[in-house]
């Protein structure tokens, strides 16, 4: 038996082996030494085929048949389910997650072909030069399949990558050293966003469905400015889930995206009521995010709710006003006002009846913080208590980058819209953060891109802050 046939066979039977194991999950056939070894061999299959071809004797050819089935398997499994690691994280995530060795094999790939191709025609002049050719081919053919299939996925289905990041992706990735920088780049932010993800998962599989936020009395959750509460794109993200999964009676404020603090607290006064008449509880704990703090107090001590409000619990909220505001309306009266009248008619068709962005807007401002606080103070029949959070750079979430360094600059920690500072109220609970660079934005703290992350867990801090009212005997 010639040698050649001998190692093709060893090969084979390492390959089907190989994938027995990935099939069963012990070790995963898509890894950075299997591709290292494999790639230039399906990238130069015709080539090589035809090498092997002239080199093996006729009973042995059947060899390669074999061979070719297992690489084609080999091609397949990398372009169309990269990772198989048998956690549930969902379609989308794990075609996301595909795209990392997916991209990071378009790198090595256009790095060996940089070196064999040339080699290939200078050193092949034995070789049939339609032969080169059509193998130069093949292989720019499968580069460009790499490139297609990893860079979609990443642009497409990722929701980490900036606007700026997939176009740049999209321009360079071709680009040798360029598009390897890029590729490797967007592959490693990928990767987390994917391992955030399976991070999540195992969780959820350690934590048991059980009664830990089964509080005496329902939940009510009160957003801020610019949402609306909907049953199916809500405010508050998968919260509302996890926390009914954990024995939580969940209901939305649902007032108005832009509607004034006295119209919002007197529709929350309203909705209280409705959820007691609904439940037969005498009482509601509120969770309030941003504004939706301020609405809760005016419906508290303005409108008299304490002894209807058990607690309040707000997050974000900016109790002491925002100085980004302050900064942000001295823009010239007349033009302002055009500028709230074109986001009321936006709002009004999304179901405000009566938006005043006008108002709300001058709401936040340091100063009428200080009176509307003068005016509300606190209900002594209800428990007050208040967390913060705080972004480690700008870059955490590109929205809120501008008011994040002007408030940052005036040596406030913030969240990309509100200071530690001004967070403060009632029971001081403390300030939420990442063990990463990320940092908790102030949209992070209602789950606004339903996305998971190194370093922090938004559904896991929502499930003690519920746990605790619960042991608090609310």
Not at 340 to 359: C, K, M, N, Q, W
Not at 360 to 369: D, K, L
Not at 377 to 388: E, H, K, R
Not at 406 to 435: C, F, H, M, P, Y
Request: net charge neutral; charged share 20%.
């Amino acid at each position: 038996m010639p040698i050649l046939a001998v190692g093709l066979i060893a090969a084979s039977l390492i390959l089907v082996a190989l994938t027995v194991l990935d099939l069963g999950r012990k070790v995963p056939l898509i890894n950075p030494v299997m591709m290292a070894i494999l790639l230039p061999v399906i990238l130069n299959a015709p080539l090589v085929g035809w090498l092997a071809y002239q080199s093996l004797e006729l009973p042995w050819r059947w060899i390669l048949v074999v061979v070719g089935v297992l690489l084609l398997y080999v091609w397949i499994h990398l372009n169309v389910f990269p990772i198989m690691d048998g956690v549930r994280v969902g379609l989308r995530l794990k075609a996301l997650g595909g795209a990392t060795p997916i991209l990071y094999a378009l790198c090595y790939a256009t790095l060996a072909q940089a070196v064999v191709l040339p080699l290939s025609f200078i050193g092949g002049s034995e070789l049939p030069i339609d032969l080169l050719i059509i193998n130069a081919i093949f292989s720019i053919v499968c580069c460009l399949t790499l490139y297609l299939n990893g860079a979609l996925r990443a642009i497409l289905l990722s929701k980490s990558l900036s606007v700026a990041t997939r176009i740049f992706l999209a321009l360079t990735l071709w680009v040798p050293l360029i598009g390897w920088i890029a590729g490797v780049g967007v592959g490693r932010t990928v990767r987390r966003e994917y391992l955030a993800a399976v991070d999540r998962v195992e969780w959820e599989q350690t934590i048991p469905l059980d009664g830990q936020c089964a509080t005496r009395y329902p939940l009510l959750l009160v957003h801020g400015v610019g949402w609306r509460d909907r049953e199916l794109f809500n405010a508050w993200g998968r919260i509302p889930k996890y926390l009914k999964r954990h024995g939580a009676a969940v209901f939305h404020g649902e007032q108005e995206a832009w509607g004034t603090v006295a119209s919002n607290g007197e529709h929350l006064a309203a909705r209280i009521r409705n959820v007691l008449d609904q439940t037969g509880a005498h009482r509601v704990n509120i969770l309030a995010h941003s504004r939706g703090g301020i609405d809760a107090r005016y419906a508290i001590s303005t409108l008299g709710m304490g002894d209807q409000v058990a607690s309040l619990t707000t997050i974000g909220t900016p109790h002491h006003g925002v100085r980004f505001t302050d900064t942000a309306t001295k823009l010239k009266e007349p033009i302002y006002r055009r500028l709230a009248a074109a986001v009321d008619a936006i709002f009004r068709l999304a179901g405000d009846t009566t938006p005043d962005f006008f108002s709300s807007t001058m709401s936040f401002r340091t100063g009428e913080a200080r009176e509307f606080n003068r005016e509300n103070p606190d209900d002594p029949a209800v428990f007050y208590q208040s967390y913060s959070s705080v972004m480690s750079r700008a870059s955490s979430d590109r929205v809120l980058a501008v008011p994040y360094r002007i408030i940052k600059a005036l040596g406030e920690e913030n969240d990309g819209l509100v200071s530690v500072q001004s967070a403060q109220w009632g029971d001081v609970r403390g300030v939420l953060r990442s063990t990463t660079r990320r940092g908790v934005s102030h949209g992070d703290l209602v789950d606004l891109h339903r996305e998971d992350y190194d370093g922090f867990n938004v559904l896991e801090a929502y499930i003690g802050i519920v746990a605790d009212l619960k042991d608090r005997g609310y």
